[in-house]
């Protein structure tokens, strides 16, 4: 096979935080899939094939990418943050797995800044200190496993990084979460609301869980709770590295 | 004050992986501080002071960056990876802490490729679900929070990512970490090591945690244990995004 396929994380909105590993990928791809807004990113130019697609078709888009590698393409899969965190690199793993002689594909996952990171880069250093970064999409995994992490995420004093923090569908599930953490760290612990950050339509909020309420966040929002310790210094929030 | 600080990211080591956001603050610095080998990354010129410290000064040299801002100065602290994960930010917002006037510095954190992503990325895609990251380092924390931390880590199910897996000074809790690992998590989980990834050095071995021994890593070691689902395809490893 003489295609080759990388997963390349595109950061979060600003080009400046694109890596140049992940600008030489695209200029030499023939092939660029990914969902429609991140597709949007990537500059036209001959010799290039733009596929843009839909959401919640990872599966389809990844065989779609081993299909033109096996025809020779050289394609990019674009996510936005990191493909390894809660983005395509495991969607196109999946699709591996049911293929014929996988290790024969020529695969290569690039990093890029996760939401997590260029959120709690914009709020200080709310992460400065162990923190856990959780899904809040029930998509692929019971409710259940998703409460029982938060329970026992906060009983071991993780700060805490929220991707897809409310589903237009079921929009009571965020109020469930504020619940459980306010159980769980205590209502004085701090959360913040980091909202498209990096881009022109970025909005950054700090509250107590006290004071947090469900329409702080969007499906465009990350939210980053602190542990115990995490606390303001000017406009900044941060976690001291020291605990216990 | 007309001094500004920007506490930027340089990534795993790979020159390629630097942002152009980071590489713009650089090229506008006055001063550049941190650790010996991650100053030695930036390259002279004209007009730029390299200050390289040692290791584990981490608020002298946030109080000198601070020092040099309030003289005008234009300062940049280096920190390897992301320097919002277990590096330079939270340290200098605890110097900051204990200022005058806080909110009177010119502050900003640019994020990068943290070494939890960047091994995650050279792997496969182990972190493709819920996951935490844990400093296994006890100088700024009990050694029973840690324990206590990767027993409820391995009760949620998270993937695990381990920064400063082995301390020279206590070679014996990296073992301890294994047993309470093989405990919490079975013995038929994966875990992988990633050492010095993106550089020359790099070599990735991964196990099962049945397998595994205390001197597979070192202190370039980045340590990344799966979940329970988390498994081999061709020569990666990857956590599926389903669970439950």
């Given at each position: 096979m003489s295609g080759w396929l990388a997963v390349a994380g595109l950061g979060p909105g600003d080009?400046?935080?694109?890596?140049?590993?992940?600008?030489?990928?695209?200029?030499?791809?023939?092939?660029?899939?990914?969902?429609?807004?991140?597709?949007a990113?990537?500059?036209?130019?001959?010799?290039?094939?733009?596929?843009?697609?839909d959401n919640r078709v990872e599966l389809d888009r990844a065989n779609h990418a081993?299909?033109?590698?096996?025809?020779g393409r050289k394609v990019v899969i674009v996510s936005s943050g990191d493909p390894g965190v809660f983005a395509m690199a495991a969607?196109?793993?999946?699709?591996?797995?049911?293929?014929d002689r996988?290790?024969?594909?020529?695969i290569r996952i690039l990093p890029g800044i996760t939401a997590m990171l260029a959120a709690a880069a914009r709020l200080g250093a709310p992460l400065g200190h162990d923190f856990c970064a959780i899904n809040l999409s029930d998509n692929l995994k019971p409710w259940e496993l998703i409460e029982r992490r938060l329970r026992l995420?906060?009983?071991?004093?993780?700060?805490?990084?929220?991707?897809?923090?409310?589903?237009?569908?079921?929009?009571?599930?965020?109020?469930?979460?504020?619940?459980?953490?306010?159980e769980e760290c205590g209502p004085q612990?701090?959360?913040?609301?980091?909202?498209?950050?990096?881009?022109?339509?970025?909005?950054?909020?700090?509250?107590?869980?006290?004071?947090?309420?469900?329409d702080m966040a969007d499906m465009r929002t990350m939210v980053i709770v602190g542990?115990?310790?995490t606390r303001r210094v000017g406009s900044f929030v941060y976690t001291p590295r020291r605990a216990g």
């Open positions: 080009d400046a935080l694109v890596t140049d590993e992940v600008r030489a990928a695209l200029a030499e791809a023939t092939d660029v899939i990914g969902y429609i807004p991140y597709v990113r990537v500059a036209p130019r001959e010799g290039l094939t733009l596929h843009p697609s081993l299909d033109l590698v096996q025809g969607a196109l793993f999946e699709a591996l797995e049911h293929r996988p290790e024969d594909y020529d995420a906060g009983q071991a004093g993780f700060a805490m990084a929220f991707y897809n923090p409310r589903s237009s569908s079921r929009p009571a599930h965020f109020a469930r979460v504020l619940d459980i953490l306010r612990t701090l959360i913040s609301f980091a909202r498209a950050v990096t881009t022109p339509d970025e909005r950054l909020q700090t509250v107590t869980l006290a004071e947090a309420t469900p542990n115990r310790d």
